[in-house]
């Protein structure tokens, strides 16, 4: 693995409060993406693409039974997607793992008429935005 640039992240971990729910849709995501498990313990797991990994966590610490993406933290993770094609069958199976697709009367463009995204959040209130790295021509 070659040393990672400074700066660069280094791993996000993100509170959930039922962890099994969590690997079911956040698990599931990122293993599509092409995110490979890379630990696990009593109430927690991850996962790593490159130097980069995502924990998840079910922290008997925890205060609230859902995210608020609303609240000062975190409002959502953005993930590059190949493309539009990519970005609409993730969206399609993303159903099937416990993501709904948010503001539908304006996807695949509700980021701007230039931007070709989806926004979709799980069960839990955690919000994921893929990206079309390559949008379809003409946008």
Known sequence: MTRPTSGTLH????????????????GWLLETLG???????????????GTTYLVLEQSPALTADQHDR??????????HVEDDTAVEQ????AARHGWRLMFPDR???????????????????????????NPPHGN
Not at 11 to 26: I, M, N
Not at 37 to 49: A, E, H, I, P, T
Not at 70 to 79: E, I, K, M, Q, T
Not at 107 to 133: C, S
């Open 90 to 93: 993730l969206v399609t199976d």
């Open 70 to 79: 609303c609240r000062p933290g975190l409002n959502h993770l953005a993930f």
């Open 35 to 49: 995110y490979l498990r890379f630990q696990s313990r009593d109430g927690g797991c991850s996962w790593r693409l």
């Open 11 to 26: 791993h996000v971990e993100l509170w959930v409060p039922d962890l099994g729910r969590a690997v079911f849709s956040l």
């Open 107 to 133: 996807h695949p463009h509700a980021g701007g008429d230039q931007h070709y995204a989806a926004y979709l959040e799980n069960d839990d209130g955690f919000e994921i935005e893929l990206v079309a790295i």
